[in-house]
Every structure is written in structure tokens, then in C-alpha cells.
């Protein structure tokens, strides 16, 4: 399948926004969903902390994930954001159509 959704955390809707547009206008990916709030409860330096955040999936051509990846961590105001892909098994021909023309 040639096309992947990456998920990623942000510390926020504004930098999810400013980070999506970013990269849809570099053709890096075709779109971005940005989801509702999301608490986070995660180790960070030996501690356990809770934080509320904002989750968004962005769909690429495969070959871009890895370009992707590290331009979302360039932008990213976290040391280590979380920045993952995700295999998609089944797609609408004419959706993967239209993410492989808008991503590259």
C-alpha cells in the first residue's frame, strides 16, 4: 500500500496547525487531522507526569514518511515528540490517488 498515516503528539492545537501547514505546503504530506485534546501520563527524567496535549494523524505517500518524520521533529518544540507511522491495509483507490498527487 502506498499510502501511510503518521500520528504524532503535540504540546498543542496552534503548533499542530503551524507544523501541518508547514509540511502540506512542502508537499511532504497531503493532510493533517487534528484531533481533540488528549491527556498524556508518561516517564520523562525519572518522573511520572501528566499533560494535556493535542494528537493528529497526517497521510503521506510511503515514501515520504521518513522525510516527514524528521521535518515534524525539526519543528517540534518537544526534545523527543512522539512521531509515528502507521501501515494502512485498505484504502479507497481514489483517496490513495489523491494523497500520492498531494504528497510529492
Not at 512542502?26 to 508518561?42: F, H, M, Q, T
Not at 515514501?63 to 494502512?88: F, G, K, M, Q
Request: glycine fraction near 4%; charge should be negative; proline fraction near 3%.
Amino acid at each position: 500500500m502506498s499510502v501511510v498515516s503518521v500520528y504524532v503528539v503535540f504540546a498543542n492545537t496552534e503548533e499542530a496547525e503551524r507544523i501541518g501547514r508547514t509540511v502540506i505546503g512542502e508537499r511532504l504530506a497531503a493532510c493533517i487531522n487534528i484531533l481533540g485534546p488528549i491527556r498524556s501520563i508518561y516517564r520523562w527524567q525519572g518522573k511520572i507526569e501528566t499533560a494535556d496535549e493535542v494528537a493528529a494523524i497526517l497521510k503521506t505517500h510511503h515514501r515520504n514518511s521518513d522525510a516527514l518524520i524528521e521535518r515534524i521533529a525539526a519543528l517540534h518544540s518537544y526534545d523527543v515528540p512522539c512521531v509515528v507511522t502507521w501501515p494502512i491495509d485498505k484504502v479507497l483507490r481514489s483517496y490513495a490517488d489523491w494523497v500520492e498527487d498531494n504528497s510529492r
